[in-house]
């Protein structure tokens, strides 16, 4: 998962909305920071590991480089990428956008959020006849375009949206056009901004444009095409596989996404509230002298629990230590660093002391947060500590686009269901555990939008969405 943005303007300009909308997307993946830009005939490249705050800091020298740079060449349209890695762990610092060569039309440069679970063999294939410079998965999406005959950047983005499986959303461009794609189940979100002067894209509403222009959703398996036509830029949507049904991936609304990420006429806040309190109904009954949550989206979750049994919750129980740290412990690529990045990320305050606390978290992947916060709660003097997970189990990989790779390391996998509570709770170390069921969760669900996905959950993938080999695999789990 990674975060992915694109401006497409009529005026030269542009880089710090471009470098404004990668840090609004900079949840989604925080381990480099890489922009392209088009302008007189000219690109430019400029990619750093961290945040994007740090990267494009007025005193790191490659950015102060890289303003030089786009204001002489008068760019006018940009690529942007924060990174998530799932594939190529060695190339940490391997980041995008990656650029390409086709000998119809010229030089590209693509960015892709998702993950695409056929690579391996799609790179035996491909690299027949295209040298590869990484393990990268989305290098074989700009082998591809390399190789197309198509004579359009568009018409090569059609034949991977037809031929290419897995989640993913992609923006690419060329010197003359911009051109995005969704995965035929929309797996993976994109937003596009649409006006008389600009069109934008990105992972995330948040890092659109606000004010006049027409903001939605791309739809899935669809094409959308910027290009400049006198003094104004011109835009086409163009279906190419529309006859799947939506699988969008479920963790984008009670995890990834942002909180004012829309929904179907809601926004994810409210999928999140409304799965902590639909936790009220999977669990026994349990005295608790308030609710807290794991910052932030288990906060949400807490909320809604907390909200719905009417009684406290309190912000500040868990208290995430943002000056010290924004990262996500869940996206560190081992479990040592997971584990001190818990301890570098959370404190806990002197209000649990005494107290029986309910811990709400918004899912439950290795144990680790759990298992290192309740440690912490009870040294801090809890002398109960109930954790409530707003999802169900997590039981099988992800194969198309979050780093849960392997059964080995998800703390449900292979359960019995009927047990699973108590014995996720022995690892953990806790006075309780709960997790939501699977049915609510899809029930609440769908009570915000329609078609998710939900592989991770049930070991069921969309028919084509993974290959076969690897569906296998999560049934014999
Ligand atoms: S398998 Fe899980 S994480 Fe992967 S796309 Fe489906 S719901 Fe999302």
Redesign the pocket.
Known sequence: MCGIVGVYRVDPGGLGQVATACALVNNRGHEAVGIAGYGTGTSDFFLQPGYVRDACAASCRPWTYFVEQTTEHRINQWLGHTRYKTVDAAGAGLGQPLRGHNPRFGEFHLVHNGQLPDHVADREVLSANYRFTSASDSETLVARIALSPATTLADAMAEIVRDVPG?YALIAMTKSEMVAATDRYW?RPLMVSIADDQICFASERAALPNGSAEIKALSKGTLGIARRTGGQVSWEERPVITDTPRAH???EGFYFGRPDQPMDGHVAHEFRMALGAALMQAMPSTEVDFWCGVPETGNESGLGLATALNQPFYLAAIIKNWYLTQARAFMLPDQRSREAKVRQKYTISDLVAGKRVGVVDDSLVRSTTARVLTQMLFDAGATEVHWRIAAAPIVAP?F???DIPTFEELAAAGLPPADVNAIVNGMIGATSLYYLPLATMVEVANRFDQGW?????SGQ?PPGLVPGELVQLAHQA
């Open positions: 989640g797996t991936c479920i963790w992800c198309t686009g979050i996905c939900t592989g991770c959950f993938y």
